[in-house]
């Protein structure tokens, strides 16, 4: 296997395609087995999916491969991403699997692992796991064979777990709540807990068909739920993606908060509470630079990663901090999750307007973002624009022009072959200006 198999959030392709095949995820289904199960005693791992077509071939594929070292398999349907973090943990399994691609469409899907502490593996661990994938795993012997089983309470567990991280003896009582689930693994869990807590729930993107997650709704589309709470009147929109581990909001006006907004609602709320550990937020490269000034002038430090979660997660865990997140919508409190979580993430928030008396609006939008815009490129495969002469020298230039007035960010998706070119800068003529010299340099060597 000559490709590099892991990406920055697992193993993610387009489904019957490589690396998205049955027969790659037996393999790795087989390498994860062996790679977790080093003793005789009975080790277990649990399988959560999404609502795409493909998590049925998938899930079969990793639980034979699970199986065959001797693993007992349980497995959860389709279940959050961040409940399989806390379910590996809860459950004492030794490895967790989500099969999900997140916000992409249904034609994709992904793999991602979770260790025995409930949270994503380490660059080293999947290494190891890729190096056994190269080297072949024998089987177990036919007395040694796991078992596989459906855990039917995995749903409930999760949502009983989500109420306890909103504030004891406070309830939703008089709000009125659009949630869209985006056709994906939260369209059971997050109106239920919604309602439990005493809201009046109106739920879209409830209505799975193995086709249609991320379509026209989610975190990334949220069109059709803005237009839900204008038309229902409703107190705030929360939009999920298609495993339910990001979340942007939309107050009762029909503006949407992205990520950056509501790390900083929460970690301004969390420092005044005292309970903003190391009084840090950890945040990615891309969040907006008026999201560090706005933390600056309250005597919050910004530490910023690479783009991915699990950078984030890597570096609260490091430094001992317990907020992070994405611009995106990733929140991560360590207090809660081990990963992000768009449900608790919305919790919180919904706890800032009831314990305020505080409408949406008046919360959703704590600082004036700069000037920022993002352009996706698509290159051909064996193509590397970013080594090229011309585009490097583009982005010299482009940085010099920018100066201390902006920022530039240029990287590869992990996920697909997109080049993704951010800039920001006070002035938002002279962003158009940078931003379209260095997409169009890309562009002709894409």
């Known amino acids: 296997m000559s490709q590099k198999l892991f990406g920055t959030d697992g193993v993610r392709g387009r489904a019957n395609s490589w690396p998205m095949t ?46 065959s070292t001797g693993m007992n398999v349980f497995l959860l349907g389709p279940m959050p991403t961040p409940a399989i973090g806390y379910l590996t943990h809860g459950l004492r399994a030794d490895v967790g699997v989500m099969i999900s691609a997140s916000h992409n469409p249904a034609s994709d899907n992904g793999i991602k692992f979770f260790g025995p502490d409930g949270f ?30 459906r855990f039917e309470d995995a749903r409930g567990r999760y949502v009983e ?83 339910a581990d990001r979340v942007v909001l939309i107050d009762e006006k029909g503006q949407v908060a992205d990520g950056d907004q509501i790390m900083g609602l929460i970690a301004s709320r969390w420092a005044e509470g005292g309970r903003l550990a190391g009084n840090t937020l950890v945040a990615t490269v891309m969040s907006n630079l008026g999201l560090e000034r706005f933390l600056n002038d309250r005597g919050i430090d910004l530490k910023r990663t690479s783009v991915g979660d699990r950078y984030v997660v890597e570096e609260m865990r490091s430094g001992d901090h317990n907020l992070g997140g994405e611009q995106s919508g990733h929140i991560v409190m360590t207090d809660y999750a081990t990963t992000g979580d768009g449900l608790i993430g919305a919790l919180q928030f919904l706890a800032c307007m009831v314990e305020t008396g505080r409408k949406a609006s008046d919360l959703a939008r704590v600082f004036e973002p700069v000037p920022q815009k993002l352009i996706n490129v698509r290159y051909e495969p064996g193509k590397a624009p970013l080594e090229t002469a011309p585009v490097q020298e583009a982005i010299a230039e482009a940085e010099k022009t920018l100066g201390r007035d902006g920022r530039l960010l240029i990287r590869k998706s992990g996920t697909e072959p997109l080049i993704r070119v951010m800039a920001e800068a006070v002035d938002p003529a002279l962003l158009d200006r940078v931003l379209n010299t260095v997409v169009a340099a890309v562009e002709r060597e894409s």
Not at 131 to 146: D, H, K, Q, R, Y
Not at 189 to 217: K, R
């Open 22 to 67: 049955a027969e790659m995820a037996l393999k790795l289904g087989e390498a994860a087995g062996r790679y977790f199960r080093r003793d005789k005693q009975d080790h277990r791992v649990v399988i959560g999916k999404d609502t795409r077509l493909s998590g049925y071939m998938i899930e079969n594929a990793l639980t034979a491969g699970f199986t």
């Open 161 to 243: 777990y989500a109420k306890t991280t909103f504030p004891s003896r406070r309830r939703l009582d008089g709000l009125r709540i659009v949630v869209d689930c985006a056709n994906g693994a939260a369209y059971k869990t997050a109106p239920a807990v919604l309602w439990e807590l005493g809201a009046e729930v109106i739920a879209l993107g409830v209505e799975p068909d193995g086709t249609n997650i991320n379509q026209n709704c989610g975190s990334t589309q949220p069109a059709a739920a803005v237009r839900k709470v204008i038309e229902t009147r409703a107190d705030i929109g929360i939009c999920l993606d298609g495993d």
């Open 120 to 149: 994503k593996l380490s660059d080293d661990a999947e290494a190891g796991i890729e190096a056994l994938m190269s080297e072949g795993v024998a089987p177990t012997a036919p007395e040694n064979i796991g078992r596989a089983k």
